[in-house]
């Protein structure tokens, strides 16, 4: 089978297009026809080595996939083969075929879009467990999203809409504001590629209350960071919460009085923990997710497809930080 393979540490044009054995599920695992594979920005820090978690060498990237139960080991019993899944993987998705455990497996049904399976788990995942979980979003409440044009950013402002909240969405241009707002955001803030100065931060928190209104934000949702945290954290209302996704723009570094002054809280966000530590509370916040998918209120939106040979060339457009909403590699 072919798989894109990481054989050296380095940036997406290290990536190689190789023949693996295919491989054979075990005990209380899937083997899944990969259909698609969705790229996400940890998959750019992995090839890199510059994740948390480093995998022996060779290794195919590529975290959240979609397929066909194509065989099922000894001991498992939620699955069979012509079954539609979502696969959740640290690695090994950019490839033909890849054995799931079990419980990382996800049923879906099979009118829904291999392509947007791929793009789902995660992004709507994360946007659930931190708005409904850490975050307490209460009908009413306005929710300030940053990067609201990008994958985990389109998944919480539909997200929040669904929950009844009123979206305000922050974007690095008028496009990708658009395509917040046409996703469910009620109004936007078109934030300048880079802050270099204490004006314009200034300028930005005085944006950011302006559209959140007169109390400010109830809950912010982060996973840019950077200088854009900061300004963001001063237009939020008293015992907001401001919720830490990432940090794509760079790790903040926060005044610790401006917590104190707006009575709020910061709240680390951490999907894959929760994922591993609660699998059981995973899959019930996925079902949810799904029903709302069902109901057509959440709808991942695949801006760019990409073949198993164009895989390096999908994780270096997410890492340039060009990207708008998800990116998918086609396989099979």
């Given at each position: 089978m072919k798989?894109?393979?990481?054989?050296?540490?380095?940036?997406?044009?290290?990536?190689?297009?190789?023949?693996?054995?295919?491989?054979?599920?075990?005990?209380?695992?899937?083997?899944?026809?990969?259909?698609?594979?969705g790229?996400?920005?940890?998959?750019?820090l992995l090839i890199q080595d510059?994740?948390?978690?480093?995998?022996?060498?060779?290794?195919?990237p590529g975290s959240e996939i979609s397929g066909v139960v194509a065989q099922v080991g000894a001991g498992v019993v939620r699955f069979q083969p012509g079954q539609h899944v979502i696969g959740r993987l640290g690695w090994g998705g950019l490839a033909e075929r890849v054995a799931v455990p079990e419980d990382r497996c996800i049923a879906i049904d099979a009118e829904m879009p291999f392509e947007q399976a791929a793009a789902f788990i995660f992004t709507y995942g994360t946007a659930h467990y931190a708005l409904v979980d850490r975050g307490e979003v209460m009908p009413g409440e306005t929710v300030l999203v940053l990067g609201a044009s990008g994958g985990v950013g389109i998944a919480a402002v539909q997200t929040a809409k669904a929950l009844g909240a009123r979206v305000i969405a922050a974007a690095s241009s008028a496009e990708r504001l658009a395509v917040?707002?046409?996703?469910?955001?009620?109004?936007?803030?078109?934030?300048?590629?880079?802050?270099?100065?204490?004006?314009?931060?200034r300028a930005l928190a005085a944006e950011?209350?302006?559209a959140c209104g007169a109390t400010g934000a109830d809950v912010v949702l982060d996973p840019v960071g950077g200088p854009y945290a900061e300004p963001a954290?001063?237009?939020?209302?008293?015992?907001?919460?401001?919720?830490?996704?990432g940090f794509t723009?760079?790790?903040?570094?926060?005044?610790?009085?401006?917590?104190?002054?707006?009575s709020c809280s910061v709240i680390g966000v951490d999907w894959g923990a929760f994922v591993r530590g609660d699998p059981a509370g995973a899959q019930t916040n996925a079902a949810s997710a799904l029903?709302?998918?069902?109901?057509?209120?959440?709808?991942?939106?695949?801006?760019?497809?990409?073949?198993?040979?164009?895989?390096?060339?999908?994780?270096?457009?997410?890492?340039?930080?060009?990207?708008?909403?998800?990116?998918?590699v086609m396989i099979g």
């Open positions: 798989a894109v393979l990481s054989r050296d540490a380095g940036d997406p044009e290290t990536l190689v297009l190789a023949e693996l054995p295919e491989p054979v599920p075990g005990p209380k695992e899937v083997l899944v026809a990969v259909k698609a594979c790229i996400n920005f940890p998959d750019a510059k994740y948390q978690i480093r995998p022996p060498r060779p290794f195919a917040a707002l046409a996703n469910g955001a009620e109004r936007g803030v078109v934030y300048p590629r880079s802050l270099d100065n204490k004006d314009a931060a950011f209350k302006e954290l001063r237009a939020m209302a008293r015992n907001g919460r401001y919720l830490v996704i723009a760079g790790i903040p570094a926060i005044p610790l009085n401006l917590p104190l002054l707006k029903e709302l998918y069902r109901a057509g209120k959440l709808s991942p939106l695949v801006s760019e497809r990409f073949t198993l040979a164009e895989a390096p060339s999908a994780i270096a457009r997410l890492k340039s930080r060009t990207a708008i909403g998800k990116l998918v």
